[in-house]
């Protein structure tokens, strides 16, 4: 075969690459293939995190791939469009589009570890909706094998667009500290989570001020690092690595369930007939982490403040805003949407469900509440994460940052914080139904 289009979507890497790895080796010369597909980049699934992520991420793709002899081919426009011109500027045999008589390949296995719809329930349903029977048979599944980069890539003939740096992909306000894209990045720190911090991830992962997690979401959200490589990189005898291994099967359970259940991104799950309150002026506070909770306030500020939220935070300014405030999850996983680089719908829209109650899980524990001071205790027992997100509460001492409102007088009135929004102690209680008191406060 001649020439063979290997078009790059969410797998923005030349290691462990099946679409990029079948092109080189079908054909003689390669087309590596990047669309900005201007209804993305204008309609709601980009943002300027988002942006400078991919920006990074795509001039790092064409630095490995310029390694190797080749180079990145970026175009702007539609995807199909692109696509079927260059299949009939240069005769293209390996991408099927109607009318062009080319073959086009999907390569399964290459956004997740295994493919949705691969595994289903025994009992029949066309996806799991329990995690746990899911992972019992997702780590059963024998993965492929891992797929070393070509060594040598000739690319085609054809007029190519500059690299688009991050305005041209999407202006707008960026947060101030935002991890660098791309493969070279997340490759470096794959390899330094695995040679260290893995090891007690078990007992970390939760620990706010810790900060021991992978940080590695980014990274497998644009494919610059593939979660097959994570998956056989980790290693599961220990502790950290059956943990780690865990978390990449929950977002593969996400994803499955998004695939037999697209309407989610919008829909509950499972409803619960909830009638959310409408209160703009809480959502405004929460969104602005200004709702007098430290502990939420500090996850909506690391937000802002780096486009990422450690997961125990989700949880809590998740189920704040759901559970507490009783507001509408879609608010929440919108304004998560806007902001974190890792936002993805499958795992953004159902984690937010599997607070909300209104998700996966809910046989279980749909009525759960996370009480932001147990929470703050539990996670926070220094308050050092409060500390590093809220400057203005830099110089309360200790756990009592957790509660400024217990404050001496004198101290709170130098302090630009503002009281809370609600009165947990009694008042909390007046936005939940008979059914959510049920559910019990973590
Ligand atoms: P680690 O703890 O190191 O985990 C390793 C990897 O496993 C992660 O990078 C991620 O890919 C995967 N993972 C971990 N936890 C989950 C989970 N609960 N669901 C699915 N995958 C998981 N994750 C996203 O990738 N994108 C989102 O948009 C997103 N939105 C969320 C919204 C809410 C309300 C909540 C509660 C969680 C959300 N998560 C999301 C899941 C989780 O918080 C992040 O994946 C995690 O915090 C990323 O940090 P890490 O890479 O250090 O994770």
């Not at 490995?64 to 990145?72: A, V």
């Not at 990045?185 to 939760?206: C, F, K, N, S």
């Not at 943990?243 to 998004?258: G, M, S, Y």
């Not at 001071?373 to 509460?393: I, K």
Request: glycine content about 8%.
């Amino acid at each position: 075969m001649s020439v063979a289009i290997a078009l790059f979507t969410r797998d923005l890497r030349v290691h462990d690459n099946p679409v990029l790895h079948a092109a080189c080796h079908a054909a003689r010369e390669v087309v590596p293939l990047f669309v900005l597909d201007k209804a993305i980049v204008t309609g709601g699934s980009m943002s300027a995190n988002r942006a400078v992520f991919l920006a990074d991420a795509l001039a790092d793709l064409d630095s490995q791939l310029r390694d190797r002899n080749g180079c990145l081919v970026v175009r702007s426009g539609s995807v199909v469009n692109e696509v079927e011109r260059i299949v009939a500027d240069l005769g293209v045999e390996e991408i099927h589009l109607a009318g062009h008589g080319c073959e086009v390949r999907v390569h399964a296995n290459t956004i997740t570890v295994v493919e949705p719809a691969a595994i289903t329930p025994s009992g029949g349903g066309s996806h799991f909706a329990v995690f746990t029977p899911y992972y019992r048979r997702w780590v059963a599944v024998d993965t492929r094998r891992l797929l070393v980069p070509p060594d040598r890539i000739t690319v085609a003939s054809i007029a190519a667009q500059p690299l688009p740096g991050p305005e041209q992909i999407r202006s707008g306000q960026r947060s101030p500290y935002l991890s660098p894209g791309g493969e070279t990045a997340g490759r470096r720190i794959l390899r330094d989570w695995l040679t260290g911090p893995i090891q007690q991830y078990e007992q970390a992962h939760d620990d706010l001020v810790a900060d021991g997690t992978s940080r590695l979401s980014p990274y497998l959200h644009f494919g610059c690092v593939s979660p097959t490589e994570a998956l056989r990189a980790a290693d599961r005898s220990t502790p950290g690595g059956e943990a780690f291994i865990r978390q990449l099967a929950w977002r593969d359970f996400h994803h499955q369930v998004l695939a037999a259940r697209p309407d989610t991104s919008t829909a509950d799950y499972r409803t619960r007939h909830d009638r959310w309150r409408c209160d703009d002026a809480a959502a405004r506070a929460w969104r602005d982490g200004r709702t007098g909770y430290p502990i939420v306030d500090a996850g909506m500020r690391q937000l802002r403040r780096e486009g990422w939220m450690h997961n125990r935070a989700r949880l809590i300014t998740a189920s704040f805003l759901t559970k507490t405030l009783y507001l509408d999850w879609r608010i929440g996983a919108q304004h998560f949407f806007d902001l974190l680089v890792d936002a993805d719908v499958a795992n953004n829209q159902l984690n937010w469900q599997w607070v909300a109650g209104t998700g996966t899980d809910t046989d279980t524990r749909p009525n759960r509440i996370l009480n932001p001071l147990r929470q703050a205790q539990r996670y926070d027992p220094s308050g050092d994460y409060v500390r590093r997100y809220l400057p203005e509460l830099q110089d309360v001492r200790g756990p009592a940052v957790h509660q400024p409102w217990k404050l001496d007088p004198s101290q709170r009135a130098d302090l630009d914080y503002p009281d809370p929004i609600i009165d947990l102690r009694d008042g909390a209680d007046h936005f939940r139904t008979a059914r959510d008191k049920t559910g019990g406060e973590q």
